[in-house]
């Protein structure tokens, strides 16, 4: 679904009978998108599945950025990249020192695919989980 969504927005339909999709709907489009992954990753957090936490995370902060892109870039379809660094200079919007560092921190957390790494950012978030 989202496949198609992506490939014909900011138009819907086939041959002469597209239609441009307004700008809010475009960007209401990634934030709704946005806000779903949000409840999924609340609900992840309170089971305890860090690592899925975090990829649903990802996307969240992903769908965010290109609902800003769409928005600085008239309606723009935003690029096919998961690269949050890139989405957000691409968005035109300017990070702080903090935000580049913490969107580089999400992609590298990311990219966690051995078993013993998952188990090791499990027992971190667990024990900060506990904390507070």
């Known amino acids: 679904m989202c496949f198609y969504l992506c490939e014909t927005i900011p138009h819907i339909g086939k041959g002469s009978k597209r239609e441009t999709v307004k700008i809010e709907e475009h960007i209401k489009y990634w934030l709704d998108s946005a806000n779903n992954d949000l409840d999924a990753a609340n609900s992840l957090f309170s089971s305890e599945k860090y690592d899925w936490c975090l990829f649903v995370g990802h996307l969240v902060l ?3 950025l290109k609902a800003f892109y769409v928005l ?3 309606n723009a379809i935003p690029p096919k990249t998961h690269n949050l660094l890139k989405l957000a200079d691409s968005a035109n919007i300017e990070l702080s020192k ?3 560092i913490f969107l580089d921190e999400v992609r590298n957390g990311d990219e966690i ?3 013993s790494r998952r188990i090791d950012l499990g027992q971190i978030c667990s024990i900060l989980n506990h904390k507070s």
């Open 62 to 64: 992903e769908k965010t």
């Open 72 to 74: 600085n870039n008239e």
């Open 113 to 115: 695919t051995s078993p």
């Open 98 to 100: 903090e935000q580049i």
